[in-house]
Nanobody, 121 residues
């Protein structure tokens, strides 16, 4: 079974930086797109950034110029470098990946359990 585990969250002051990681493991044949979502208390889960296997990366307007998504295919890991953090970035951050468990399978999305990011002075 596939597992996605996020790490790197924590408390940081406004203007600071944080780097999140998410590693996929288990029975994996191939990984296509990977993405980060976030959910603030009392709000819906929103897309932060996505990185397809091909093509350009995409970012929410609220994080453009501050966040950078990247991936290490050898490690089945996606990263989110967060700079110039603001209090409104406070949320639980979740990674997701579209992957195949075998060549016979269609691409399906899997989710991690989330990591908490708090931006406060």
């Amino acid at each position: 079974q596939v597992q996605l585990v996020e790490s790197g969250g924590g408390l940081v002051q406004p203007g600071g930086s944080l780097r999140l990681s998410c590693a996929a493991s288990g029975s994996i044949f191939s990984v296509n797109a990977m993405a980060w979502y976030r959910q603030a208390p009392g709000k819906q889960r929103d897309l932060v950034a996505t990185i397809p296997s091909g093509g350009s990366t995409n970012y929410a307007d609220s994080v453009k110029g501050r966040f950078t998504i990247s991936r290490d295919n050898a490690k089945n890991t996606v990263y989110l470098q967060m700079n110039s953090l603001k209090p409104e970035d406070t949320a639980d951050y979740y990674c997701t990946a579209a992957l195949q468990q075998s060549p016979r399978d269609a691409l399906r999305w899997y989710w991690g359990q989330g990591t908490q990011v708090t931006v406060s002075s």
